[in-house]
């Protein structure tokens, strides 16, 4: 009788730890206290060294062109997110000046923008529709927010046809970014 009672303990308690998955796949913690962020990334995702790059790369060990990244940036005159522009206009700059510069053959396309607020910082998020110049597509999340004089963009790329199956990784590493 015991042993049944046990049994089924395990199994009820490895249902629900299989059942949160999601948050277990991306709740390895990348935390930078000298710059002031802090995200969540997925299991198997590394770091990578990118020269004159991005302050910090992550990608999966195996589809490798899937990946996160954090730039920061000067704000000029020290303005707040919400003076550089509304949602869509800052996501419209930063599609055409980040995502697909003039030059580049990519092109952008901003599919969402809104705003949330958080612990007193707002955050933009934006969703992108990327076309590379051989015509392959791409999904890109980002979180924008100003803290402390600077831009921090917090990025996602994923192949488009990967993103069906690692949405909700990605969106919940997007949703994890914080500044400070």
Do not use: C
């Not at 395990?10 to 249902?15: G, K, T």
């Not at 800052?90 to 612990?119: H, T």
């Not at 831009?151 to 488009?160: D, R």
């Amino acid at each position: 009788m015991w042993k049944r009672i046990v049994l089924i303990l395990l199994l009820m308690s490895s249902f629900s730890l299989s059942s949160s998955g999601v948050a277990a796949a991306a709740g390895r913690s990348y935390v930078d206290t000298t710059n002031g962020y802090e995200f969540s990334y997925p299991n198997g995702w590394v770091q990578v060294k990118v020269a004159n790059g991005p302050e910090v790369v992550f990608h999966d060990i195996i589809e490798m062109t899937e990946n996160i990244s954090v730039v920061i940036s000067p704000v000029p005159g020290g303005k707040t997110l919400q003076e550089l522009g509304t949602p869509g206009e800052v996501g419209y700059k930063l599609g055409k000046n980040a995502l697909a510069p003039e030059g580049s053959g990519r092109k952008a396309e901003l599919v969402n923008a809104e705003e949330r607020e958080l612990n007193g910082i707002t955050y933009y998020l934006l969703e992108y529709a990327i076309t590379l110049p051989n015509n392959q597509q791409r999904h890109n999340l980002a979180s924008v927010a100003v803290s402390r004089g600077k831009l921090f963009t917090f990025n996602a790329s994923i192949p488009e046809r990967r993103w069906g199956r690692v949405k909700g990784l990605i969106q919940e590493s997007v949703d994890s970014f914080l500044v400070y």
